[in-house]
């Protein structure tokens, strides 16, 4: 059997917390003590986390939270990897957990869609009276989706409203279904989806992830990858012989899902492209960044790398980060 040595957790609650600023600095000592890396958002309204941590680095905090009455029912998505997922620990303290205008927003403990289990999501998405809408961003859909759903054009989760509004309104007497990563973000977007004149609205209960791990369904009718904010770019979801690559290189056009950043700092855009494109095209998403950095040098994201391998060097520092950074370099033929 294959045991991994790590595991990412991911978590979420809609809960009462009192004095969540001091909450926050508290929780940052326990996720420290124990050795947590990960980015956890905490506000009056609850607590939004993903981390990742040794086995027994997770269970301590999970048994952490168990102990908190606010937290006892906490629903947990865990994934065994083989390393950690981040690079550092951040609690941050937020006005929400998940962020709409504030003329926008929705509590999901008073108003919020009905709750489907992968099951019945499957089922639901087959049916021809639904209609079936992505509820994260438009670069989140494009390496990986369910199959019909409708691609939002939105950048920023506080942009749906607006977009629900000028393109939904006439199917506000169908059956919406709505998806999201694990589940939060539906949790106030099916609230938004009310409040707006939808009347039969619904959610996948526990995202798309939990889909993928569902014994009885395996992911099926999701095509591509699923988008994780982790070191890990995305995950595969469908686990039947119907699971494909929806996604294509940027220069060459190969399937291939791969995330970069671009070269050019000033344009650092997040666009899908092949390791092969990638040594060939620097990293650049286009000719016209090459230009830039031709003309704007102190620009360039691997002078950056560069100028943090030589500070590492300098203070003899051998931790994963810095073996990392020098890694990219030599890949890149940059060192
Ligand atoms: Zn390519
Ligand atoms: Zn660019």
Known sequence: MYLSKYRVLLYYKFVNIDNSEDYTKEHLKLCKSIGLKGRILIADEG????????????EAYMNALKADPRFEDMVYKIDEVDEHAFKKMHVRHKNSIITLLPEDDVNPNEKVGKYLKPKEFYEMLQRDDVIVVDGRNDYEYDIGHFRGAIRPEVNNFK?????IDENLSEYKDKKILTYCTGGIRCEKLTGVFLEHGFDDVYHLEGGIVT????????????DGRCYVFDERISVKINNTEEDTVISKCAHCGEESYRYINCTNDDCHKQHICCEKCEAEQEGFCSDSCR?????????DARLRLKEKAKMYERYNQKHEKS?????????????
């Open 47 to 58: 607590i939004n986390g993903t981390v990742s941590g040794t086995v027994e680095q997770t």
């Open 291 to 299: 230009q830039y950095i031709i003309e704007h040098p102190e620009r």
């Open 211 to 222: 889909y993928g791990k569902d014994p009885e369904v395996k992911g099926r009718l999701w």
């Open 323 to 335: 073996k990392e950074v020098v890694n990219k370099l030599q890949k890149n033929n940059i060192i």
């Open 159 to 163: 942009e749906f409203p607006e977009w």
